[in-house]
């Protein structure tokens, strides 16, 4: 158990509809990441914040959107999906950036 | 854009035997990583190295961050079946994580 919750861990939906993925990290963690694995293209980078603010930006479309609380949980909200969408999404958190990441056990994503 | 090149794509091996991956890059990453991940689970961190040159190990495993920053290896010393996964490689740079795609190894009995 890496102490990185996600929830919910399984989400069925259609087309056009909008999610929202929920991340609780680890304790003392302020750096929390966000990932998507599908099979043909591996673990991508999303986006990452730290302590409230974004950090960094990897290939996260348009229509993702993400946020940090200052409880320092975070959500990605996944707008207008697309049968493509359909994915493993995962959180990891760490201390700061320069450190390696816990990863949670990830939602996956079934877009109908 | 960034890319990391891991290989092998898979490895089939014999129980008892060693391991050896490695990740290479054409751009210069301050931080290395190494994680495993099981199938429907979400990837455990093995190995973080910080530093070029640096050589650490965690049980049977022992990574090396590349003098030239470009490059890291894995190895796994005397494989069991539970080393069985999906081994990825991590490079981290201004705050950008980018994964390799990942060894699979199998262990044949």
């Known amino acids: 158990d890496s102490g990185v919750t996600q929830t919910p861990k399984h989400l069925i939906t259609a087309t056009g509809q909008r999610v929202t993925l929920r991340c609780s990290p680890r304790?003392?963690?302020?750096?929390v990441y966000w990932y998507q694995q599908s099979l043909d293209q591996g673990l991508q980078f999303l986006i990452q914040y730290y302590n409230g603010e974004e950090r960094a930006k990897g290939n996260i479309l348009e229509r993702f959107s993400a946020q940090q609380f200052p409880d320092l949980h975070s959500e990605l909200n996944l707008s207008s999906l697309e049968l493509g969408d359909s994915a493993l999404y995962f959180c990891a958190s760490s201390p700061d950036t320069v450190y390696g990441q816990f990863f949670g056990p990830g939602t996956r994503l079934t877009v109908l | 854009g960034q890319q990391l090149n891991q290989s092998p794509q898979s490895m089939f091996i014999q129980e008892g035997e060693d391991v050896s991956m490695n990740c290479t890059s054409s751009s210069i990453f301050n931080t290395w990583l190494w994680y495993k991940q099981d199938p429907g689970e979400g990837p455990v961190l093995l190995i973080a190295l910080y530093k070029a040159g640096e050589l650490t190990s965690n049980g049977r495993l022992t990574a090396q961050f590349g003098i030239t920053r470009k490059d890291s290896f894995l190895n796994i010393s005397a494989s069991i079946p539970s080393d069985v996964g999906i081994y990825f490689c991590?490079?981290?740079?201004?705050?950008?994580?980018?994964f390799g795609k990942g060894t699979r190894l199998h262990i044949l009995p």
């Open positions: 991590a490079g981290n740079r201004d705050d950008k994580i980018i």
């Open positions: 304790s003392g963690d302020l750096s």
